[in-house]
């Protein structure tokens, strides 16, 4: 009889780190170790930080700016206009006092380990190859059957771990 064998080296709660228009599962550790408040100016697609330092830390356009203070939301560095400003693809996903993390740009698909199941829950994927894909009613303790880049902030399920 056949078993499913599953080897990973790194994992991550996907909870922080959801968007349902970015693909925003990622490998990486974030560039800014620490929270950057966004500060009075921030607006439509400017961010500013006054106590960033966008430049010295490698910020690049295609990094990924995940908004940790309200629903999870992310959007994509389009330039880096000083130290403290930037410019992100998507508008009204930030706003003055959000905390905002930065994170490489990456490209690795990961397994999605479903943590919580209870009736009526569903998770919607982008899986690797660029389908979004709704699993409703996964399993508790159950791996989702694909490589996904994305996991949809729409999503109900809860504990969800992202595997590479």
Do not use: H
């Not at 970015?22 to 966004?38: G, M, V």
């Not at 998507?90 to 905390?99: I, N, R």
């Not at 899986?127 to 979004?132: F, M």
């Amino acid at each position: 009889m056949a078993y499913q064998k599953l080897q990973v080296g790194r994992a991550t709660a996907v909870a922080t780190i959801t968007s349902d228009t970015e693909n925003t599962l990622n490998l990486n550790d974030p560039i800014t170790l620490t929270s950057d408040a966004l500060t009075a100016g921030t607006t439509g697609s400017t961010l500013i930080a006054a106590a960033a330092t966008f430049i010295t830390d490698g910020i690049t356009a295609g990094d990924l700016v995940v908004n940790t203070t309200t629903t999870p939301q992310a959007s994509r560095v389009i330039s880096v206009d000083s130290e403290t400003q930037i410019t992100v693809q998507t508008t009204g996903l930030f706003t003055s006092a959000d905390d905002i993390q930065i994170w490489t740009q990456s490209k690795e698909p990961a397994i999605i380990y479903v943590g919580t199941q209870a009736g009526g829950q569903a998770i919607t994927v982008t899986t690797a190859g660029g389908d979004d894909i709704t699993f409703t009613d996964p399993i508790q303790g159950s791996f989702l059957p694909v490589q996904c880049v994305r996991v949809w902030s729409s999503s109900t399920a809860t504990n969800i771990i992202a595997l590479w």
